[in-house]
């Protein structure tokens, strides 16, 4: 196979381009818009939190992690590096693959640890955001010498569907940030199914996830007092505006998150302050907005660890063993893949 992939495009430093290879699956599967017109056909308008996530979303969403009322992401790093030794051990050298992968900064906990075990180091990282994607790996080959990295700049669906085979024995798939609560339930199956499906018994799942406590703590993390999540939410219209040629004007719509108890979720509302008409040319279509209609653009799930085990166990991905924080704000679960073929049709 060769290192650098015919679906490269940018310029590769030298000290870098044997161990890189870049693989942008989507200018294999263009973006048609299909999910955007479906989503602002919905009641409540609705778009696909992927679209959060252009090169100015992710630089906005790595400021968020840095935010005092954010918890979760310096919260998985705690437990994650007192549990990479644990968990190394318990899985033996394995080839790291990396759903959503982003800057990969908790990631390097992992990658010490393996490299501990085994002198080849491959990962694997997939991230619909593809600038990120790029200078996440570049990093990491300046930060760990003998790593090899071919990342899948695409969706998850899109980079399960590419994994070839396997550089290890062993493969450990990596989803971390509660990114998994960003499914409704009926997606997060079908989710759980493709990657049951994507893996051989006897490969791991690590998956890091939020989970359920004071509604106060919830809201104060996603209404943080800098705007950063704000800005990070309305940037999902500049994205469609570049993406799809549309012409949103961002100072009409506000940014609104609240827990809701019932569905143990936060959602993530864009409010429209004005009536308008939104052309996206690129998918000659217009959509209306009334005054006071919102976009829902993200829910944010919040687990029962129980509940959750016994879903992941159904789609033959079988807990093994878990670590939490002291107040239980957050956990990290590592499952394996069992023998039993998973059902691809819940
Ligand atoms: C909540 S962030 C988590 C980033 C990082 N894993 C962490 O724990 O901090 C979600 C990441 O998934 C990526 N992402 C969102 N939707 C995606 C999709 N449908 N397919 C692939 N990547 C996606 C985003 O670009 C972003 O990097």
Not at 29 to 37: C, E, F, H, Q, R
Not at 88 to 115: F, N, V, W
Not at 234 to 260: G, K, T
Not at 298 to 317: P, Y
């Amino acid at each position: 196979m060769p290192l650098i992939s015919e679906f490269m495009t940018s310029a590769l430093s030298p000290r870098h381009a044997q161990r890189l290879e870049i693989c942008y699956l989507s200018q294999i599967n263009p973006d048609d818009g299909t999910a955007v017109k479906h989503g602002f056909s919905q009641s409540p308008k609705t778009l696909p939190p992927r679209y959060l996530y252009d090169e100015r979303g992710s630089q906005l969403f790595e400021q968020i992690c840095e935010l005092p009322e954010y918890y979760p992401t310096r919260t998985e790093a705690a437990i994650l590096a007192n549990c990479v030794d644990e968990l190394a051990r318990l899985t033996g050298p394995c080839e790291l693959i990396e759903l959503g992968s982003g800057s990969s900064t908790k990631t390097r906990r992992l990658l010490d640890a393996y490299q501990a075990l085994s002198p080849k180091l491959h990962y694997v990282p997939i991230d619909v955001s593809a600038e990120i994607l790029v200078a996440s790996a570049r990093d990491l080959l300046d930060a760990y010498p003998s790593l090899f990295v071919r990342g899948l700049a695409g969706t998850y669906e899109q980079g399960l569907a590419q994994l070839g085979a396997s550089s290890q024995a062993a493969r450990l798939v990596l989803f971390l940030g509660s990114t998994l609560g960003n499914f409704a339930p009926a997606a997060s199956d079908r989710f759980l199914a493709q990657l049951a499906a994507a893996l051989a018994p006897g490969d791991y799942f690590l998956l890091g996830i939020d989970l359920r406590k004071d509604a106060r703590i919830l809201e104060a993390a996603y209404n943080d007092r800098q705007g950063i999540t704000a800005a990070f939410n309305r940037n999902v219209l500049a994205h469609l505006n570049w993406r799809f040629q549309a012409d949103f004007d961002l100072e009409l719509f506000q940014h609104r998150a609240v827990y809701n108890r019932d569905a143990h979720q936060i959602e993530m509302y864009l409010d429209c302050q004005q009536a308008c008409q939104v052309h996206l040319a690129a998918l000659a279509w217009t959509a209306e907005f009334a005054a006071g209609e919102s976009i829902r653009t993200e829910i944010s799930r919040k687990f029962d660890l129980a509940a959750l085990s016994q879903v992941l166990t159904q789609h033959q991905l079988v807990p093994l063993q878990h670590w939490q924080d002291a107040p239980q704000w957050f956990a990290v679960i590592l499952c394996q893949r069992s023998a039993a073929t998973a059902s691809r049709d819940r």
